[in-house]
Nanobody, 119 residues
Framework: QLQAFGGGLVQPGGSLRLSCAAS????????MDWYRQAPGNQRELIAR???????NYVDSVKGRFTISRNYAENTVSLQMNSLKPEDTAVYYC???????????????WGQGTQVTVSS
């Protein structure tokens, strides 16, 4: 399972850090991602940390958000700087996980955490 931490209320221009930890009978983890969903919008992928160390970002967060993984601890974090009101959304972590005894990776989701950027 995945459990997300962080989030909250921050003023425009401020920073927040989200973290997500995977636990359970994990054999291997593939990509680890952060998504967000604003009211009335679809959930969108905003950052990805691949198993081979690459990172990808949606244009709207490039240069402001940084995704990082701790491969030993099965965690992924999202450092969010220069936050804007349009970053307000529920943020979700996701990971493709190969469980012990399984032969396929499946997507797992953490519970959402609210990020509100407002003065």
């Amino acid at each position: 399972q995945l459990q997300a931490f962080g989030g909250g209320l921050v003023q425009p221009g401020g920073s927040l850090r989200l973290s997500c930890a995977a636990s359970g009978s994990i054999r291997r983890i593939g990509d680890m991602d952060w998504y967000r969903q604003a009211p009335g919008n679809q959930r969108e992928l905003i950052a990805r940390a691949t198993n081979d160390g690459r990172t990808n970002y949606v244009d709207s967060v490039k240069g402001r958000f940084t995704i990082s993984r701790n491969y030993a601890e099965n965690t992924v974090s999202l450092q969010m700087n220069s936050l804007k009101p349009e970053d307000t959304a529920v943020y979700y972590c996701s990971a493709h996980i190969l469980l012990q005894g399984s032969s396929a990776y499946y997507a797992h989701w953490g519970q959402g955490t609210q990020v509100t950027v407002s003065s």
